[in-house]
């Protein structure tokens, strides 16, 4: 099996654990979610590739820039299903504000020289 094939099933492993764990516990799968192993595990797979170091800070700085335009979403989409929206309108206006915070991050990144 290629290495490519053992990174994509250990991770989509994760995100089916996941899924299995909210089904009995919502909060404890959001908890799981939180947690930063996506980042962790995408800097393991980038340090066997390149066992660079500058690369992976680089890229561990970077994700924490990139997770804060992220946040909201978790609060828009809660909000609009208790206010009677449908999972996918409220899931679609919630990744349209992430997708619009992302660019509002990479507009002003330069001008406070955020390394993104």
């Known amino acids: 099996?290629?290495?490519?094939?053992?990174?994509?099933?250990l991770s989509g492993l994760l995100i089916a654990a996941i899924?299995?764990?909210a089904l009995r516990s919502p909060g404890f799968a959001a908890l799981v979610a939180s947690l930063p192993l996506v980042s962790i595990l995408g800097m393991i797979w980038?340090?066997?590739d390149t066992r660079d170091g500058a690369r992976i800070a680089?890229?561990?700085e970077a994700t924490f820039?990139?997770?804060?335009?992220?946040?909201?979403m978790f609060l828009l989409v809660p909000w609009l299903m208790r206010q009677d929206v449908g999972f996918w309108p409220?899931?679609?206006?919630?990744?349209a504000l992430t997708v619009a915070l992302y660019f509002?991050?990479?507009?002003?990144?330069?001008?406070?020289?955020?390394?993104?």
């Open 46 to 48: 980038l340090w066997n």
């Open 58 to 60: 680089s890229h561990s």
């Open 19 to 21: 899924s299995q764990i």
């Open 65 to 72: 820039w990139y997770v804060l335009p992220s946040l909201p």
């Open 104 to 116: 509002g991050l990479m507009w002003l990144a330069p001008r406070f020289n955020l390394p993104l």
């Open 90 to 95: 409220a899931l679609s206006l919630g990744c």
């Open 1 to 9: 099996m290629s290495y490519l094939a053992v990174k994509a099933i």
